[in-house]
């Protein structure tokens, strides 16, 4: 049995958010996997039953409809994700971060027009940043946003957005002013129910993480009110961006941890009761040995994250130690993961065993969010 080590900011409100959410993943997830893959997107029902039980922005006030926890409460459900090890709900980006742009940046009339529905899942919300020529460089976007009067006219496209053939909103980042670089980018809340001009296209064919509903989107002459603008006034686009990339890189730290803890965890089950050679495969000394070191990759990777946690729950964080969680465990997620499937053997490479689920959906890992290249230029940036 591997020995687990409860997370630091874990109070047993916190540990029973955890264990809710696991129950939740094993039975709306993983035990309907095949259907989710086959059609590239979890059902509504699954986000309706997420709000019902308190998965959904547990970290909204009260006020708007949310759970009123902290984000460590948001984190242990990211992190229950995670040790399913399946990526097909995209919470992480409804929860964790859309609906974290509107409660910092929103007004209160928007407030309340999108965070209660985003609550019980009646509502779901993408982000949409990345485009088919700009993927980490966000101030070159080219999807324009023109004033005509009490609106904005919305031309563009928009690529690998998570939730994007399913999501009701999107916020949408924008050139307001296409000369003035990083400060011509803004963010605009776009409803996507009837919205003329909105196309969803392609539902992306990706290596891994069959089930999420991955999209490229297109806007042609769509009409948004001024008043959906987020934030006080045009421009102030990619500094909210920069600004929550810390905690979204936190969101993929949870992930990766609670990914290499489940694949140690399957991996050391499965070579003690696998036999070859009259013996068990934990009972050969290599076997024993990689599985040590996959599990003080865990344990450093375990204590790292914890540390961090706790200084973005204090307002501590910066920008290079979240860089730093987000290049790091997704790394050795990578790395763990890779070296449980050579233990499995043949079996490893069978979509039937999680570990080869686990395997083809944390490659993406060290790409979204920011490539983990441009999380060590942040790092390096800082020495």
């Known amino acids: 049995m591997v020995t687990k080590r409860k997370p630091s900011w874990h109070d047993d409100e916190i540990t029973a958010v955890a264990e809710l959410a696991r129950g939740f993943f094993d039975r709306e997830l993983i035990a309907k996997r095949e259907q989710w893959d086959a059609q590239h997107r979890v059902d509504r029902s699954v986000w309706l039953e997420a709000g019902k039980l308190g998965l959904l922005c547990c970290s909204i006030p009260e006020e708007y409809g949310g759970g009123g926890g902290t984000f460590a409460h948001d984190l242990a459900v990211f992190e229950a994700?995670?040790?399913?090890?399946?990526?097909?709900?995209?919470?992480?980006?409804?929860?964790?971060?859309v609906a974290h742009y509107v409660l910092e940046y929103g007004s209160e009339e928007q407030k309340k027009a999108w965070l209660p529905g985003m609550a019980?899942?009646?509502?779901?919300?993408?982000?949409?940043?990345?485009?088919?020529?700009?993927?980490?460089?966000?101030?070159?976007?080219?999807?324009?946003?023109?004033?005509?009067g009490d609106h904005y006219v919305v031309n563009g496209s928009k690529t690998f957005?998570?939730?994007?053939?399913?999501?009701?909103?999107?916020?949408?980042?924008?050139?307001?002013?296409?000369?003035?670089?990083?400060?011509?980018?803004?963010?605009?809340?776009?409803?996507?129910?009837?919205?003329?001009?909105?196309?969803?296209?392609?539902?992306?064919d990706k290596v891994g993480q069959h089930g999420a509903d991955t999209s490229?989107?297109?806007?042609?002459?769509?009409?948004?009110?001024?008043?959906?603008?987020?934030?006080e006034s045009e421009g102030l686009g990619f500094g909210q961006l920069m600004a929550q990339l810390v905690q979204e890189r936190l969101i993929i730290g949870a992930q990766a941890i609670g990914t290499i803890e489940r694949a140690v965890e399957e991996t050391v089950a499965y070579t003690k009761a696998r036999q070859a050679f009259g013996h068990n495969l934990f009972?050969?000394?290599?076997?024993?040995?990689?599985?040590?070191?996959?599990?003080?990759?865990?344990?450093?990777?375990?204590?790292?994250?914890?540390?961090?946690?706790?200084?973005?729950?204090?307002?501590?964080?910066?920008?290079?130690?979240?860089?730093?969680?987000?290049?790091?465990?997704?790394?050795?997620?990578?790395?763990?993961?890779d070296r449980c499937v050579q233990l499995y053997g043949g079996y490893g490479y069978m979509r039937e065993y999680p570990i080869a689920r686990m395997y083809e959906d944390s490659r993406v890992q060290k790409i979204y969010a920011g490539a983990n290249e441009v999380m060590k230029g942040i790092i390096a940036k800082s020495l």
């Open 216 to 231: 490229e989107l297109s806007f042609t002459d769509v009409r948004v009110p001024v008043s959906n603008l987020l934030g």
């Open 81 to 97: 994700q995670g040790y399913c090890g399946d990526y097909a709900l995209g919470n992480s980006v409804h929860s964790g971060i």
């Open 161 to 204: 957005i998570t939730n994007g053939g399913s999501a009701d909103m999107i916020a949408l980042a924008v050139k307001t002013d296409p000369k003035a670089g990083a400060k011509g980018v803004s963010l605009l809340i776009v409803d996507l129910r009837d919205c003329e001009g909105f196309a969803v296209g392609r539902v992306l």
């Open 283 to 337: 009972e050969f000394q290599n076997t024993a040995f990689e599985l040590a070191e996959c599990q003080t990759i865990a344990r450093t990777c375990r204590v790292f994250l914890d540390n961090c946690i706790e200084d973005h729950l204090n307002g501590e964080l910066d920008g290079a130690d979240a860089a730093m969680v987000k290049y790091w465990l997704t790394e050795q997620q990578c790395a763990v993961v």
């Open 120 to 148: 019980t899942g009646e509502i779901l919300g993408a982000i949409g940043m990345t485009e088919p020529g700009t993927g980490s460089d966000l101030k070159a976007i080219t999807t324009s946003a023109t004033r005509d």
